[in-house]
């Protein structure tokens, strides 16, 4: 790995674009600690620690969202507006034709994309300071301050945004998922420090630590090969006769991914859930609100049963936005190509279909695991505040495996020898 890094280095272009992508991280990371004004940090600071939500909500954010910066929301309202984006494509034919027009098309597409980030970010900003506004979170709380956190917190989000497509443009791509691995990646120190201070001061034993190695491991590898997994499809296009020459007659494959939907269905689960509990806490006091808060609170039963449905329901529905089996049918007709033993057109699409829904379920299972796995972490090694859980995991591995592969085909394209032997 060392020799393929030094490799990537002694290409001009593929080290600017590697210098450009640690340059704008490095603008990430100095965001992080420019704070909102009119807020009081420490309140939360004290939130963080009273639940395992916000301190998730740190995690991604970088330690953003614990110092209150104008970058607290991170890339997720971002996230949220590519995801309804994605599932208005399907369902809104004028959506659906500009996807199918191109880069013209997919330009317009991202247009509207940004607009709908800007929407969203206010509105989660408002409501933010709402579902916080009895926590003393405002030093002078009145409709100014008010507005001044949202259009903050907004214009941190858009920031982010723009950040990313830098990224992505010039810098080694993927960039909203660089700025996600990034921040997360930035709480490893001050997690390893606090497990440090827990163990100086008795709170937990070395066996704790530990089994909180040995679970990390273990995550790890099952999310590469989760991650790199796939059922392949044969496929053999018949061979044609074009004046002189023979076309086709190859063997290929259709890659079907075990986990298609990425960590799309957990994001999008945090976020229904999430959505219920905030107005909830707009109407503290009340019994019918106290008791779903007390009932619902992240970590309970309910809300782990949930939770695992939800990112299962939203697995199946996102591969089925992203992927459509009659689409895949009639495009390997279309090239003259069959599956052996499969007559063209509605039975592949059908056998398609059924092979998708097994390795679906296969991924959708392990993304629940995923997801409601720093309950069952904490009650293993009896290690307080464990953020740093399954979902932050996928994550990690996920874009580290992403960018390796960038570089990856880069360096092989100059014939120089890359990460993976």
Not at 73 to 93: E, R
Not at 251 to 267: E, F, M, R, W
Not at 293 to 303: C, D, P, Q
Not at 330 to 337: A, E, Q, R, S, T
Request: glycine content about 10%.
């Amino acid at each position: 790995m060392l020799n393929g890094l030094q490799s990537a280095f002694k290409i001009g272009e593929l080290r600017n674009k590697l210098l450009f992508t640690l340059a704008m991280l490095f603008v990430f990371r100095l965001g992080a600690h420019i704070p909102v004004p009119g807020v009081n940090p420490s309140v939360i600071a004290d939130l963080i620690k009273s639940g395992a939500l916000f301190g998730f909500f740190d995690v991604i954010s970088g330690g953003a969202f614990k110092n209150f910066s104008i970058l607290a929301m991170s890339i997720t309202p971002y996230i949220n507006a590519s995801i309804i984006m994605q599932l208005l494509t399907v369902v809104i034919p004028h959506l659906e034709k500009l996807a199918k027009e191109g880069e013209e098309g997919r330009r317009k597409i991202t247009q509207i994309t940004r607009y709908t980030t800007a929407v969203l970010a206010f509105i989660q900003g408002i409501g933010m300071v709402f579902a916080l506004r009895n926590k003393g979170i405002l030093l002078h709380p009145n409709v100014t301050s008010y507005l001044t956190v949202a259009i903050s917190l907004t214009a941190g989000t858009v920031f982010l945004m723009w950040l990313g497509e830098q990224i992505t443009e010039k810098g080694i791509g993927n960039g909203i998922s660089l700025l996600i691995f990034a921040g997360i990646v930035s709480r490893v120190p001050a997690g390893i420090v606090n497990i440090v201070q827990y163990f100086k001061t008795g709170t937990i034993n070395i066996f704790s630590v530990l089994g909180l190695i040995i679970i990390g491991a273990a995550v790890i590898a099952a999310i590469v090969a989760v991650q790199e997994g796939q059922r392949r499809i044969p496929v053999q296009y018949a061979k044609r006769v074009v004046g002189r020459r023979v076309y086709g007659g190859q063997t290929t494959h259709i890659p079907l991914k075990v986990n298609q939907a990425g960590v799309i269905p957990v994001i999008f689960a945090s976020s229904i859930l999430l959505f219920p509990q905030t107005v909830a806490g707009w109407f503290a006091g009340h019994a019918v609100a106290d008791w779903f808060l007390s009932v619902f609170t992240w970590g309970s039963f309910l809300h782990t049963v949930f939770y695992a449905l939800l990112v299962i329901g939203f697995t199946y529905f996102y591969t089925a936005v992203i992927m459509n089996p009659i689409d895949i049918a009639d495009n390997i007709k279309k090239y003259g190509g069959f599956i052996p033993g499969l007559r063209p057109g509605r039975p592949t699409a059908e056998y398609i279909g059924r092979v998708m829904s097994r390795v679906t379920l296969a991924g959708a299972v392990f993304l629940a695991i995923i997801a409601i796995l720093p309950n069952f972490v904490l009650l293993a090694t009896r290690i307080p505040n464990i953020y740093f859980g399954g979902t932050a995991l996928l994550i990690v591995v996920g874009v580290a495996l992403d960018t390796m592969k960038q570089v990856e085909s880069h360096l092989l394209m100059r014939s120089y020898q890359g990460f993976i032997k």
